[in-house]
């Protein structure tokens, strides 16, 4: 069985991201979608924030499961037998800092192997953190994320910025 993991911080989840793993879980038996921390990061949402928005975003996907861990990437591919880390980039800036990742977790864990996808076209400069700006600003946010999380989107970041 061959398990994925795409490991992200999701502060929010965007539609660039669901473009990533819907043809992700196509090339998979299982992807996991995993939060976590990411240390140079301040998240807005919390953990479990995040894994609720994704779990309303990507319901109904048979081959998704959705999960959080904190530590190292590769311990945790290892203990859920995952073989493949999917990122996805996004402009070249995008790449000198996933092109370190992936060594270092070369170097970690040989056996496991990074994969990357290229963003479609639509979400070429789409982030969570363009997101978190629109949304705190009275931006218009339709498109950008799924539409089941919009309303939770804006309420939070609005209720930040009082
Ligand atoms: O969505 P992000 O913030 O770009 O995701 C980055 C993330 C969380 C995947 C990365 O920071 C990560 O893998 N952190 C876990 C710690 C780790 O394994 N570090 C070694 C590789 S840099």
Same mark, same amino acid.
């Given at each position: 069985?061959?398990?994925?993991?795409?490991?992200?911080?999701?502060?929010?989840?965007?539609?660039?991201?669901?473009?990533?793993?819907?043809?992700?879980?196509?090339?998979?038996?299982?992807?996991?979608?995993?939060?976590?921390?990411?240390?140079?990061?301040?998240?807005?949402?919390?953990?479990?924030?995040?894994?609720?928005?994704?779990?309303?975003? %990507?319901?109904?996907?048979?081959?998704?499961?959705?999960?959080?861990?904190?530590?190292?990437?590769?311990?945790?591919?290892?203990?859920?037998?995952?073989?493949?880390?999917?990122?996805?980039?996004?402009?070249?800036?995008?790449?000198?800092?996933?092109?370190?990742?992936?060594?270092?977790?070369?170097?970690?864990?040989?056996?496991?192997?990074?994969?990357?996808?290229?963003?479609?076209?639509?979400?070429?400069?789409?982030?969570?953190?363009?997101?978190?700006? %629109?949304?705190?600003?009275?931006?218009?946010?339709?498109? %950008?994320?799924?539409?089941?999380?919009?309303?939770?989107?804006?309420?939070?970041?609005?209720?930040?910025?009082?």
């Amino acid at each position: 069985m061959r398990i994925y993991v795409y490991p992200g911080s999701f502060d929010p989840v965007t539609n660039g991201h669901i473009d990533i793993i819907d043809r992700a879980a196509k090339q998979c038996d299982k992807l996991i979608v995993a939060v976590l921390v990411n240390s140079k990061k301040k998240p807005v949402f919390t953990i479990e924030e995040r894994v609720e928005l994704l779990k309303c975003a %990507l319901a109904g996907r048979p081959n998704i499961e959705i999960d959080s861990f904190t530590g190292l990437t590769v311990d945790y591919l290892k203990r859920k037998n995952a073989s493949v880390i999917i990122r996805g980039l996004r402009a070249v800036s995008d790449f000198e800092n996933e092109f370190q990742m992936a060594i270092l977790n070369k170097q970690l864990s040989p056996d496991i192997e990074t994969i990357f996808m290229m963003t479609s076209l639509n979400y070429l400069y789409l982030s969570s953190s363009v997101v978190r700006e %629109l949304a705190a600003n009275n931006g218009n946010i339709d498109g %950008l994320v799924p539409d089941c999380i919009k309303d939770r989107v804006i309420e939070k970041l609005r209720s930040l910025k009082k």
